[in-house]
């Protein structure tokens, strides 16, 4: 069977993807370029990094990114490599395979006539087994312990946007054969208030097993549609157990201050759980909310002792709603 890796195990390369020129961007695509860079950059120091572009930005993502990334022209849509790449598993023996979820735009809502064959493309280009998924999903969807417990929002998953007609216990078998693992922790979410409907790598993470780092409401923030989702799932975790049986501990991570961020859209992520764990290091985003982000350098340094803690300014990026992790798509060594 195979097995979804921890985020934190090793990797044998990480995948990101170059924004091109067009609508989905329009005039801040040489912002959002720059943001993907520097992220590249930094993840390069510890791991290899290969920049997925389309044939005619090839050059200008070398340019950028410098000689420590490979930049490979092959075509998409955006930069979020999370979401439209494979999800790696790795097998008995070492094998490995990834597994095309099928993306579909996160139900419908953005163009993704390229993004939806990036996984096969990726798979063909570097020699690994494809594994066509029967539900659709995004790997900003999926999160793992290692040992065979994954957490994930009902609002992203069992949703007519997706799986149509699917029970939520139809797409927990899926993803248990698919993925395996052998505890699934459903947390609420939202539907239609972001653009992924809640994916979980923006509200909690794993930082070992029976370690959950949620991302909770700055202090003082008012009751809202996301300070009820920080509560479902707070609730949530305090009960739940893992695939062996553990408790979870809960290591809260608040988001950066509105207060202090100056003026933002309303897609803004705010967060810092949407981290990025490499061979050595974690990194981060940076708001220029000083306090706030010392507090989240803190407390993800306590979270994954023995790895450098490296923040990068993101602020187009996050802007699209999006970070560091949702950029990036790691393949685990075998």
């Known amino acids: 069977m195979h097995q979804m890796p921890a985020e934190s195990q090793p990797h044998?390369?990480?995948?990101m993807g170059w924004p091109p020129a067009g609508p989905?961007?329009?005039p801040d695509t040489a912002a959002v370029r720059e943001d993907v860079a520097a992220i590249a950059r930094t993840i390069a120091e510890y791991e290899p990094v290969v920049l997925l572009a389309a044939p005619e930005d090839a050059g200008a993502a070398r340019k950028a990114c410098g000689g420590g990334v490979e930049v490979v022209p092959l075509p998409v849509d955006d930069l979020w490599l999370r979401d439209a790449g494979p999800v790696f598993v790795t097998g008995p023996g070492?094998?490995?395979a990834g597994i095309d979820f099928g993306?579909?735009?996160?139900g419908g809502k953005q163009e993704h006539s390229r993004d939806g064959l990036v996984a096969r493309r990726v798979l063909e280009a570097f020699g690994v087994p494809r594994v066509e998924a029967p539900i659709v999903a995004e790997g900003g969807s999926l999160e793992t312990d290692?040992?065979?417990t994954l957490l994930?929002?009902?609002?992203s998953l069992v949703n007519d946007n997706r799986n149509p007609g699917r029970s939520r216990d139809d797409i927990e078998k899926v993803l248990k054969e698919l993925l395996g693992v052998r505890k699934v922790i459903w947390l609420e979410g939202v539907r239609g208030e972001d653009v992924t409907d809640c994916h979980i790598d923006a509200l909690a993470r794993f930082a070992g097993p029976g370690t959950v780092v949620l991302s909770s409401p700055p202090p003082g923030a008012r009751p809202d549609v996301w300070t009820r989702v920080y509560e479902q799932a707070r609730?949530?975790?305090e009960t739940a157990t893992d695939a062996r049986g553990r408790p979870l501990e809960i290591v809260e991570l608040p988001e950066a201050d509105p207060a202090e961020l100056g003026e933002r859209g309303e897609d803004f992520l705010g967060g810092y759980v949407n981290y990025f764990v490499a061979a050595g290091a974690?990194?981060?985003?940076?708001?220029?909310d000083t306090r706030s982000d010392a507090r989240a350098a803190s407390i993800l340094r306590d979270a994954h002792p023995g790895r450098e803690i490296r923040p990068v300014e993101i602020h187009t990026l996050a802007e699209g709603g999006g970070g560091i992790h949702c950029a990036t798509q790691q393949q685990p060594v075998t």
Do not use: Q, Y
């Not at 994930?152 to 609002?155: G, L, N």
């Open 12 to 15: 044998l390369r990480t995948f």
């Open 94 to 96: 070492g094998a490995a």
């Open 282 to 288: 974690v990194v981060l985003p940076r708001f220029g």
């Open 235 to 237: 609730t949530a975790l």
């Open 146 to 148: 290692g040992e065979g």
């Open 24 to 26: 989905i961007w329009g």
């Open 103 to 106: 993306f579909n735009g996160w």
């Open 152 to 155: 994930v929002t009902e609002s």
